[in-house]
């Protein structure tokens, strides 16, 4: 699904997009408050933070793989 994105590009878009809905939020008369920039930084800084830890490299076997592999190597065998 998002294998011609690097995970650096994926986070600098949702940190820009969480920028854009803080922006639109002052413009529409939201406080501007500590408690709310806390919040905010939060919401821009954790899931960026947690998908980049969690990026692998290279996809797990499906299932699908797995047997089609098999299924080739007994047939080579022989």
């Known amino acids: 699904m998002l294998k011609n994105i ?8 949702w940190a820009a997009a969480v920028i854009v809905m803080m922006s ?7 406080a501007i408050t500590i408690g709310n920039a806390e919040l905010w930084l939060i919401a821009c800084v954790v899931p960026p933070a947690v998908m980049l830890l969690l990026w692998h ?3 797990p076997v499906t299932a699908a793989e797995a047997l089609y592999s098999v299924t080739n190597q007994k047939e080579g065998r022989r």
Not at 24 to 30: L, T
């Open 6 to 13: 690097s995970p650096a590009r994926l986070a600098g878009f």
């Open 24 to 30: 639109c939020g002052v413009v529409a008369g939201g």
């Open 57 to 59: 490299g290279k996809s």
